[in-house]
Structure formats: C-alpha cells, structure tokens
C-alpha cells in the first residue's frame, strides 16, 4: 500500500535500528518493481556518499542501505508533496523531482532523501540528492500525530461526502462495490515488518481504503457536474479528502519509523 518511499522509509529503519533483516528490506520492494537501481542526484552528492553520479553508472538498493548507516541516518521520513504543499522540501533538484514524483524519502539525520522513479518495466531508478543546509537546518516537514491524522482522515470522509450529496454528484452506479474491490486488489502489497505498529497497519489500510474511493470519484465522469462551476465545485469537496489520506500515510509511516527508534534506544 501506499507508494515506494512508504516501504523504503519503515523497511530502511527497521533495518538500521536491527528490526528487519537487509534481504527482508530489499525484498519488500518487489511488489513496486523487480529491480531497484541508486544513483547521486549531482557529483557533489555522488562525492559525499559514494554512490555513483547519475549517467556514471548504477548501484543496487543494497549499496543505499549501507550508504545510510555509514552516514549515520537514523531512519526514512516518508514526503508525498503536490502542488501547494511542498513542506519540508526546500528548494532545487530534489524539490522538483520530490514534486512530479508525488513521494520521496528524507534520510534523518543526515541532508540526504531519495526519490523513486520508474524508467523502465519492472525498473525502479532511486536518485540521492543533498538537501540544503545540514542535518539541524535543513527544511523539515510538519509533525502530524497519529492520532491527529487518523481523526482527520474520518472527519474528511465526512465532509467530502456531505459536500458532494449537496450538490447531487454523488449518485450510486451499478457496480460500484466490484470496481473499488478491483481497484484495492490490483494495488502493490509490500509486507511490512513483524514489529510494524498494528495501529500504524490499520492506519495505512484505512487510508488505502479511502484513497481507491478518492480515485473512483475523481476518475468518474462529473457524475452530475453539468457545468465547470459544478466541477470546480465538485473538485473542492474532493481536494481535503486527498490531504487527510496524504496526511495519515504519512503519519503512519513516520509513527512506525518512530517505533523502531524509540525500541532501539530502550535496549
């Protein structure tokens, strides 16, 4: 579920704090695409971190992994910037391919993040990129709770529902249920480490839920948008329900990456 940066986030810091086993993390990936490839964003990057300059050549995912704790990374922070809300991005290289990818993964502890990108079939290119500042100043992305996250995410379904029947464009249509269970079947399952918090799991799995609804509606013929006000109208009610899957994705990912620290540090 989710995205790639999602998985390589939670697995990266498992891994790092002795949770997960390193062929564990990079079989995690597999359901994203059968191979992963790094390269440095820049030479100054390639230079700090080893990692060959992108058109030099290419590393497997594993050399990332031992790239990270030789760097002293203290785990994967999960990004899913649109446009408007860039938080925690900075500016340059990394900001703009974060931005048309939808998804990223910030390195704490370090100025270094990844962004996947898929260039060819079954193909994914991760490319490092430095971030401005260092580890203290580097731009970071907002804090949302958990709890805050899953909270917002019920009230959104609620609001966007109650916004939409307003307006009459939330009409049943025959075979609805049967789409959005193709939808939720054909989507990646990454496993998720044994000591993923089984809060987090529901999280990501209700968000899962929402967003194939999401997707549904905003794929859908206007369903009685009969004009582009409507349509602008109906595109509204959607966007806060887009922002609060965003938000609990990321919060639950943060939170598991969190656990694997704070379990790390008692023992």
């Known amino acids: 579920m989710c995205c790639p940066s999602a998985t390589f986030a939670v697995w990266s810091s498992a891994w790092l704090h002795g949770a997960a086993a390193s062929d564990d993390a990079l079989d995690a990936l597999l359901p994203w695409g059968e191979a992963h490839d790094v390269v440095a964003g820049d030479p100054a990057t390639a230079e700090a971190t080893g990692l060959p300059a992108d058109g030099t050549g290419v590393v497997p995912v594993a050399e990332l992994l031992a790239v990270l704790r030789g760097l002293g990374a203290s785990g994967g922070h999960l990004v899913l910037p649109v446009p408007g809300d860039v938080r925690g ?5 990394f900001a703009t391919q ?17 962004v996947p990108s898929p260039v060819a079939e079954g193909l994914v290119r991760w490319t490092v990129h430095s971030r401005a500042g260092s580890a203290l100043t580097a731009p970071q992305p907002e804090y949302v709770g958990l709890g805050e996250a899953e909270h917002g995410l019920t009230a959104a379904v609620r609001e966007s529902a ?19 269970s193709a939808r939720l079947r054909s989507a990646p399952e990454p496993a998720w480490p044994p000591q993923m918090p089984a809060r987090a799991l529901r999280v990501l799995a209700r968000a899962h839920e929402v967003g194939a609804i999401l997707a549904m509606a905003q794929a859908d013929d206007p369903g009685g948008a009969v004009s582009a006000t409507s349509a602008q109208q109906r595109s509204a009610a959607l966007r806060p329900l887009a922002d609060a899957v965003r938000a609990a994705r990321r919060a639950a990912v943060n939170e598991a990456v969190r656990t694997f620290a704070d379990r790390a540090d008692r023992h």
């Open 89 to 93: 991005l900075g500016t340059g290289p």
């Open 98 to 114: 974060a931005l048309g990818a939808g998804e990223a993964v910030l390195f704490t502890g370090t100025v270094f993040a990844a």
């Open 162 to 180: 109650g916004a939409l029947q307003a307006m009459d464009v939330a009409r049943e249509r025959s075979g609805v249920r049967e789409e959005l």
